[in-house]
């Protein structure tokens, strides 16, 4: 028996060839999917980095609220006008970290703060709408932050921070 191969008329032996050829490819990958797959991140770490909205429209003047990004507190404030005026009204040069209150929010948005909820000084949680200035009070401590998320009194060398967010509507921020 001869089989003889040309262009025009392939033998069974030709399709043999593909075949194998193309099952051990196909296998090849199947086999490497899990290897490669297993090197990206779970769910739950690029869940953990991801930006967060977070809906303000149920926060009443005068509320706080508290989420968490990257495993860090995020305290919301909605300040009342006489809370704005306030902080507004303190000369940014009598302040351990001077930093003006619009420098801390975003233009239009005053009544919305938004700093990160650990304490500079040691890492402590702070306690919201207590101490001396209507703001943040360290028990750890005893640093108070004014509404604002500015040191004023005890150890804390900085400002609370204020994470990375926008607006994305009137009563919806993205934080991150």
Same mark, same amino acid.
């Not at 004023?152 to 509507?169: D, H, M, T």
């Given at each position: 028996? !001869?089989?003889?191969?040309? /262009? #025009?008329?392939?033998?069974?032996?030709? *399709?043999? %060839?593909?075949?194998?050829?193309?099952? /051990?490819?196909?296998?090849?990958? !199947?086999?490497?999917?899990? *290897?490669?797959?297993?090197? $990206?991140?779970?769910?739950?770490?690029?869940?953990?980095?991801?930006?967060?909205?977070?809906?303000?429209?149920?926060?009443?003047?005068?509320?706080?609220? @508290?989420? %968490?990004?990257?495993? =860090?507190?995020?305290?919301?404030?909605?300040?009342? @006008? =006489? &809370?704005?005026?306030?902080?507004?009204?303190?000369?940014?040069?009598? +302040?351990?970290?001077?930093?003006? #209150? &619009?420098?801390?929010?975003?233009?239009?948005?005053? &009544?919305? +703060?938004? !700093?990160?909820?650990?304490?500079?000084?040691?890492?402590?949680?702070?306690?919201?709408?207590?101490? $001396?200035?209507?703001? %943040? *009070?360290?028990?750890?401590?005893?640093?108070?932050? #004014?509404?604002?998320?500015?040191?004023?009194?005890?150890?804390?060398?900085? $400002?609370?921070?204020?994470?990375?967010?926008? *607006?994305?509507?009137?009563?919806?921020? &993205?934080?991150?």
């Amino acid at each position: 028996m !001869v089989t003889a191969s040309t /262009a #025009d008329h392939p033998t069974r032996r030709d *399709f043999l %060839f593909v075949a194998t050829g193309a099952t /051990a490819a196909v296998g090849g990958v !199947v086999a490497l999917w899990p *290897f490669i797959s297993q090197m $990206n991140p779970d769910a739950s770490t690029i869940a953990a980095g991801a930006p967060i909205e977070v809906d303000l429209a149920p926060v009443a003047e005068g509320q706080d609220i @508290k989420v %968490f990004w990257r495993g =860090k507190p995020i305290y919301i404030s909605h300040r009342t @006008k =006489k &809370q704005v005026d306030e902080v507004r009204a303190v000369p940014v040069s009598s +302040l351990p970290d001077p930093a003006s #209150d &619009q420098s801390r929010t975003k233009d239009g948005h005053e &009544q919305w +703060l938004v !700093v990160i909820g650990i304490c500079t000084h040691l890492g402590c949680i702070p306690i919201a709408h207590e101490g $001396n200035y209507d703001g %943040f *009070f360290c028990p750890c401590h005893g640093s108070q932050y #004014d509404a604002s998320g500015r040191v004023r009194q005890g150890p804390a060398p900085l $400002n609370l921070p204020v994470p990375p967010y926008q *607006f994305v509507s009137d009563t919806k921020i &993205q934080i991150g």
